[in-house]
């Protein structure tokens, strides 16, 4: 069984929940795109506390207080050797190596039967949701790691490691880690 280890639009929607009496009023509801890691922020928000550097997601509040709020629909998951970027029309995927391996336009296919993915008559939107991975990864990922001359490591976040500007059929490669 491979249960949600998946980037099926099945296995990715999970509905979110959050109730705090005096806060946020009873039946507010949004059907945006919306990440796990968004949690932290939006409590942090509601708290009245400075956002933490570190963490990545964004926060819920301009969505649990105005439904309208300009928010950009797009998740990031990596299950494995994959990596995935979906918005709310297309999903797609990229392996260990950075290439495109997988892509889905789930408005002309709900079940996700039919691979787009390195098709001369989808380049351009493999091409844009190639780049749209490219920046996501490069605001989130921390993944160089250096030791510095006192012994310590140093991470330095993905942005001065990615180059944003690669081919759209472009292997996307990523530092080796130094073991721990």
Known sequence: RLGKQLFFDASLRVPLMI?????????????????????????LEGLGLEPCERAFGRSLWPLITDGTANWE??????????TMIGTERYRYVIN???EGVQLFDLAEDPKQLTN????D?????????????????????WVLRR?????????????SVFALTRPARAPITRPALPPR
């Open 73 to 82: 629909d797009e998740a990031l998951s990596e299950v494995g050797q994959y």
């Open 19 to 43: 109730r705090w009496p005096r806060r946020i009023p009873a039946g507010v509801r949004s059907d945006r795109v919306v990440e796990h890691i968004d949690v932290f922020p939006t409590l």
């Open 147 to 159: 030791r510095c001359a006192n012994g310590c490591w140093l991470v330095l976040p993905a942005r």
């Open 116 to 119: 787009l993915c390195g098709r």
């Open 121 to 141: 008559d989808t380049a351009g939107i493999e091409a844009e949701m190639r780049e749209r991975l490219l920046a996501r990864l490069a605001r989130t990922q």
């Open 96 to 98: 260990r190596e950075g």
